[in-house]
């Protein structure tokens, strides 16, 4: 029998878009280190810390009580036919996912430095692994909500079944300002400093422990170019139900710069990852 040599042809096909895609593709291949990224920051929150994974309920429950005191209580601010526990935790949910993805999306490309300039992988599984960490607490936190519905007899509406579309629009802000701040985290590290100013700042500034209606009607519009009104809004609208309204408006200002904000802040990652291994 005679040997017969075959020699492979290799074809180097250049096509638009090929990198980009290969991109998306390589996220998909290296999820098994997104897993353990996120398993391991979930690990270590709570590592030797004598509550665990209690201070996830510990918290929001304290921020709670103390605005349904102050606002409650003593300001008796309206509170949309619901009791003002469940009013204020019902936003308390979305805000604390929001404020701790962005603390731990900022820091996340800097806390894994040797990682990032020895390997190459898409570097966009470490800002998403930690905004996963903070959907974990936002789970665990729900146990709240549903532990004041009943202590409340409070039975929510139809519209209950409409809040997986309000978590993924909060998922989209938290995913898209994190981006950005871990994007600008690696150049200028004063953002150390500004990301918790922003977290405390936006707290008073959202609707958080009060209704977003005791806002005069000719100022909703604007008061929704902060992109959490329209997320919270529909939190509330969903699980508090009767007199709960959506202000429209409003809501689709907000949708619309979520969207925006998310696609930005991919883009603006995407431009900086390649100088990530170098700055950092």
Not at 60 to 72: A, C, N, R
Not at 258 to 273: A, D, Q
């Amino acid at each position: 029998m005679n040997n017969t040599k075959i020699v492979a042809k290799q074809e180097l096909v250049i096509e638009a878009g090929r990198t980009e895609q290969q991109y998306w593709k390589d996220i998909w291949r290296y999820r098994e280190l997104f897993y353990f990224l996120a398993w391991r920051d979930i690990l270590v929150r709570y590592k030797q810390t004598a509550i665990g994974i209690a201070w996830a309920l510990i918290r929001p429950f304290l921020t709670m009580v103390v605005f349904s005191v102050v606002f409650g209580k003593l300001a008796q601010l309206p509170s949309q036919g619901a009791p003002y526990p469940i009013l204020v935790f019902s936003a308390m949910l979305p805000w604390q996912f929001f404020a701790n993805s962005l603390s731990e999306c900022s820091n996340s490309l800097i806390g894994n430095a040797n990682l990032i300039s020895k390997v190459y992988f898409p570097r966009l599984i470490v800002p998403t692994s930690a905004v996963v960490v903070s959907f974990v607490d936002f789970m665990v936190s729900g146990i709240i909500l549903l532990g004041l519905m009943a202590w409340y007899n409070f039975v929510p509406t139809w519209r209950i079944v409409t809040l997986p579309i309000f978590i993924a629009i909060a998922f989209a802000a938290s995913m898209g300002a994190g981006l950005w701040l871990a994007s600008l985290n690696v150049k200028y590290r004063d953002f150390r400093y500004i990301v918790p100013f922003i977290v405390q700042f936006g707290l008073y500034i959202s609707p958080v422990g009060f209704s977003s209606t005791i806002v005069p009607e000719q100022w909703r519009f604007l008061y929704s170019l902060n992109p959490i009104v329209g997320v919270i809004d529909g939190f509330r609208w969903a699980i508090l139900g009767g007199e709960s309204n959506l202000y429209l408006p409003g809501f689709l200002l907000s949708l619309g710069l979520v969207f925006l904000l998310l696609m930005s802040g991919i883009w603006y990652f995407r431009k900086m990852e390649r100088t990530f291994a170098d700055v950092i």
